[in-house]
T-cell receptor, first 112, second 115 residues
Framework: DAGITQSPRYKITETGRQVTLMCHQTWSHSYMFWYRQDLGHGLRLIYY???????DKGEVPDGYVVSRSKTENFPLTLESATRSQTSVYFC???????????FGDGTRLSIL | DQQVKQNSPSLSVQEGRISILNCDYTNSMFDYFLWYKKYPAEGPTFLIS?????DKNEDGRFTVFLNKSAKHLSLHIVPSQPGDSAVYFCAASDAGGTSYGKLTFGQGTILTVHP
């Protein structure tokens, strides 16, 4: 089925480890986004991408790295995880046909 | 500094009555506003939107009102149903009146509709 999928759905890791969250969409949307959801903050934008090989920082980019070598994939990497990065991470996609962003079901990441 | 604020963390209403969720924003550059609904363990799903050139948009039981001078928008759900129980996020975009750009979200309001 067409859609946007995130993997893994749940991840537990330790501080200092590198962890990559995957996001894959089948709509060929040009725009992709990564958000984190924390209590009291709603969803905050980490990074976004307007097309393959074009990425830009959002509101809270520190400690994160993204890449977009293919239109359908937009992985998010925490190079050295910290406890403050414990959160629920959502990937989203959209395109310039003026349709709103569609979200994946999220990855719940716990850093011990 | 929170540019989009939902000041009510929760709202409880009776089935069949009206639910009114509120949202305030501070950035005058925002020109497109959206409401998303989120169930536990799922991603947010788009509900309804409004462009800054309008002051009202309706879709079935859902109506969004925009008051640009007050920098305030609200979502009305009537009649409310138990299945509407979820977290509601308002979001705003400054992408030239489009809905596909970067979004700034409020903190969310937990709506509970009692049978």
């Amino acid at each position: 089925d067409a859609g946007i999928t995130q993997s893994p759905r749940y991840k537990i890791t330790e501080t200092g480890r590198q962890v990559t969250l995957m996001c894959h969409q089948t709509w060929s949307h040009s725009y992709m986004f990564w958000y984190r959801q924390d209590l009291g903050h709603g969803l905050r934008l980490i990074y976004y991408s307007a097309a393959a090989d074009i990425t830009d920082k959002g509101e809270v980019p520190d400690g994160y790295v993204v890449s977009r070598s293919k239109t359908e994939n937009f992985p998010l990497t925490l190079e050295s995880a910290t406890r403050s990065q414990t959160s629920v991470y959502f990937c989203a996609s959209s395109d310039p046909s003026n349709q709103p962003q569609h979200f994946g079901d999220g990855t719940r990441l716990s850093i011990l | 500094d929170q540019q989009v604020k939902q000041n009510s963390p929760s709202l409880s209403v009776q089935e069949g009555r009206i639910s009114i969720l509120n949202c305030d924003y501070t950035n005058s550059m925002f020109d497109y506003f959206l409401w998303y609904k989120k169930y536990p363990a799922e991603g947010p799903t788009f509900l309804i939107s409004i462009s800054s050139i309008k002051d009202k948009n309706e879709d079935g039981r859902f109506t969004v009102f925009l008051n640009k001078s007050a920098k305030h928008l609200s979502l009305h759900i009537v009649p409310s149903q138990p299945g509407d129980s979820a977290v509601y996020f308002c979001a705003a975009s400054d992408a030239g009146g489009t809905s596909y750009g970067k979004l700034t979200f409020g903190q969310g309001t937990i709506l509970t509709v009692h049978p």
